[in-house]
């Protein structure tokens, strides 16, 4: 089938390549010409492992192209897939790009002729597509949906980082849809997928994506505000609480009698809050969708200032453990938001620098992918270029982003180079038991070592 994708960004083109390797024909449609150079040499605009593998190969075999221009990408397209930016802002989510893109299928779709589904990837809050998105494409079309063009709400899934795995092997496939034709569609485009396709309304939908997101992150708030419980208190171990909490039934299974942790439970550990470009965003656009309607939303509420207070708690346990940081270098290890991403939108590892400039600290930053050079801090912190230049000479290290190269790093001999051998392992990352007597090791969700 032939797919027109508006917004060549994270999910938009990890969405179209997958599709492009379903054998559809899919355009993708970007307004910002630097995205599509790359993207037409078969490479990823961004990083995401194994997107460019992907690219190359559905751009080589003809499957992906991509244009700015809609009116080339359009015709003789069976889906209209809207995967545009719904960033936060202060009453909840800007629509303006949902809007625009619905605006630009409709005015095109009368020269259209066929019948077009008209799809909306991008996360909204519940009636937005029956609403917002349906009147737009009407008002600019002068047609009907229904008889003369579909309407589907298909959310996204997908993690930074592993978004090309969670394309290809997913867990659902939620189809939100106006009517039996424009269900069709999209189950045709997704046939052959082995993980149940789940039919719905366009507003469950919708709503299916925020309960998810909010669940996990308040999940994450819950094991945060669990470590800022244990961390006031010596001899509690919100590692140890935490793995005799995973053992109940209904959070572990057993299969032949061995323990099997789910992946949910990758959401009940501490660390040092969320970010990303979803979870804040997702969590806030609930909370004022709930104002809007009325409805008190005291756990969204609750996840969010727990999140927000996260970097305060976890510098406080830093100066517990090695005293002011004032006047002192600290090092931070990790900028991007997760591990295996160059995406920095809300960072916590960019919120703990802010709490330590704030506390007069001079900071230095090392990540394995994003350069620190290309944000708005590179003037207020000392770039390094290894994880050593981070930490020689430093007062304190503390991580932020659970990189997996940060747990092979010789961290006995890194230790050695600082000023004092102080670590806060803010991801739970670092082989603590290979330090020397001599490391202060600050864990969080305990409370540090008395201050040498
Ligand atoms: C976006 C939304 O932010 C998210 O809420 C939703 O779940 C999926 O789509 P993401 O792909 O991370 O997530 O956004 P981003 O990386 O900003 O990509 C959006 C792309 O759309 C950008 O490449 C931008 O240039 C493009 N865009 C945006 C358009 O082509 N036209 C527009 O009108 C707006
Ligand atoms: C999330 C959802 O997982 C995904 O299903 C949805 O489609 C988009 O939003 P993403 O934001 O890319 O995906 O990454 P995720 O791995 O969920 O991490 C989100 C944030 O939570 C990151 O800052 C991560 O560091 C943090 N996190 C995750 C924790 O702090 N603790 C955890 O146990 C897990």
Same mark, same amino acid.
């Given at each position: 089938?032939?797919?027109?994708?508006?917004?060549?960004? @994270?999910?938009?083109?990890?969405?179209?390549?997958?599709?492009?390797?379903?054998?559809?024909?899919?355009?993708?449609?970007?307004?910002?010409?630097?995205?599509?150079?790359?993207?037409?040499?078969?490479?990823?605009?961004?990083? #995401?492992?194994?997107?460019?593998?992907?690219?190359?190969?559905?751009?080589?075999?003809?499957?992906?192209?991509?244009?700015?221009?809609?009116?080339?990408?359009?015709?003789?397209?069976?889906?209209?897939?809207?995967?545009?930016?719904?960033? $936060?802002?202060?009453?909840?989510?800007?629509?303006?790009?949902?809007?625009?893109?619905?605006?630009?299928?409709?005015?095109?779709?009368?020269?259209?002729?066929?019948?077009? /589904?008209?799809?909306?990837?991008?996360?909204?809050?519940?009636?937005?597509? #029956?609403?917002?998105?349906?009147?737009?494409?009407?008002?600019?079309?002068?047609?009907?949906?229904?008889?003369?063009?579909?309407?589907?709400?298909?959310?996204?899934?997908?993690?930074?980082?592993?978004?090309? #795995?969670?394309?290809?092997?997913?867990?659902?496939?939620?189809?939100?849809?106006?009517?039996?034709?424009? !269900?069709?569609?999209?189950?045709? %485009?997704?046939?052959?997928?082995?993980?149940?396709?789940?039919?719905?309304?366009?507003?469950?939908?919708?709503? +299916?994506?925020?309960?998810?997101?909010?669940?996990?992150?308040?999940?994450?708030?819950?094991?945060?505000?669990?470590? $800022?419980?244990?961390?006031?208190?010596?001899?509690?171990?919100?590692?140890?609480?935490?793995?005799?909490?995973?053992?109940?039934?209904?959070?572990?299974?057993?299969?032949?009698?061995?323990?099997?942790?789910?992946?949910?439970?990758? @959401?009940?550990?501490?660390? +040092?809050?969320?970010?990303?470009?979803?979870?804040?965003?997702?969590?806030?656009?609930?909370?004022?969708?709930?104002?809007?309607?009325? /409805?008190?939303?005291?756990?969204?509420?609750?996840?969010?200032?727990?999140?927000?207070?996260?970097?305060?708690?976890?510098?406080?346990?830093?100066?517990? *453990?090695?005293?002011?940081?004032?006047?002192?270098? %600290?090092?931070?290890?990790?900028?991007? !938001?997760?591990?295996?991403?160059?995406?920095?939108?809300?960072?916590?590892?960019?919120?703990? +620098?802010?709490?330590?400039?704030?506390?007069?600290?001079?900071?230095?930053?090392?990540?394995?992918?994003?350069?620190?050079?290309?944000?708005?801090?590179?003037?207020?912190?000392?770039? *390094? *270029?290894?994880?050593?230049?981070?930490?020689?000479?430093?007062?304190?290290?503390?991580?932020?982003?659970?990189?997996?190269? @940060?747990?092979?790093?010789?961290?006995?001999?890194?230790?050695?180079?600082?000023?004092?051998? %102080?670590?806060?392992?803010?991801?739970?990352? %670092?082989?603590?038991?290979?330090?020397?007597?001599?490391?202060? @090791?600050?864990? +969080?969700? *305990?409370?540090?070592?008395?201050?040498?």
């Amino acid at each position: 089938m032939k797919i027109t994708i508006i917004g060549a960004g @994270y999910v938009g083109l990890v969405t179209g390549a997958g599709m492009a390797s379903m054998g559809h024909q899919v355009i993708c449609v970007d307004f910002n010409e630097a995205r599509l150079e790359p993207i037409r040499s078969g490479r990823a605009p961004f990083f #995401e492992p194994g997107l460019d593998e992907l690219l190359a190969k559905v751009v080589g075999e003809g499957k992906l192209s991509a244009t700015s221009n809609l009116s080339e990408a359009l015709p003789g397209s069976d889906v209209a897939l809207i995967a545009v930016g719904t960033p $936060s802002n202060p009453d909840g989510i800007d629509l303006s790009y949902i809007r625009a893109a619905a605006r630009d299928i409709g005015a095109l779709l009368p020269s259209h002729g066929g019948y077009v /589904v008209v799809t909306v990837k991008s996360t909204v809050v519940p009636t937005t597509t #029956e609403t917002v998105v349906r009147e737009e494409v009407e008002r600019a079309s002068g047609l009907k949906a229904g008889p003369d063009f579909g309407l589907v709400m298909n959310p996204e899934f997908l993690r930074e980082g592993c978004a090309v #795995e969670d394309f290809m092997t997913p867990d659902r496939i939620v189809l939100g849809a106006l009517d039996d034709r424009s !269900f069709d569609v999209l189950n045709r %485009v997704y046939a052959g997928s082995d993980c149940p396709i789940l039919r719905t309304t366009l507003a469950n939908a919708e709503m +299916i994506k925020y309960a998810s997101n909010t669940l996990l992150a308040m999940m994450i708030s819950f094991s945060n505000e669990i470590a $800022s419980l244990c961390e006031a208190v010596p001899g509690l171990s919100e590692e140890e609480v935490m793995a005799g909490m995973h053992l109940d039934r209904r959070l572990t299974v057993r299969r032949n009698g061995e323990l099997v942790r789910p992946g949910l439970l990758s @959401y009940l550990r501490a660390g +040092i809050g969320f970010g990303g470009s979803c979870f804040p965003k997702d969590v806030a656009a609930l909370q004022s969708f709930g104002r809007e309607k009325g /409805v008190a939303t005291r756990l969204l509420d609750a996840t969010l200032d727990t999140n927000h207070l996260r970097a305060k708690a976890v510098i406080d346990l830093l100066e517990r *453990a090695s005293g002011p940081v004032g006047g002192r270098t %600290v090092a931070v290890l990790g900028l991007a !938001f997760k591990e295996n991403t160059d995406d920095v939108r809300e960072s916590p590892g960019l919120r703990l +620098i802010k709490e330590l400039r704030d506390r007069g600290a001079r900071v230095r930053v090392h990540d394995v992918i994003v350069d620190a050079t290309t944000l708005p801090i590179a003037n207020h912190v000392e770039k *390094a *270029a290894t994880e050593a230049d981070a930490v020689r000479g430093a007062d304190a290290c503390v991580i932020a982003t659970k990189w997996p190269q @940060y747990s092979r790093l010789d961290w006995p001999a890194l230790l050695a180079t600082m000023a004092r051998p %102080v670590v806060l392992d803010g991801r739970q990352v %670092v082989p603590w038991t290979t330090l020397p007597p001599s490391a202060v @090791y600050v864990p +969080i969700g *305990a409370a540090p070592p008395a201050m040498a």
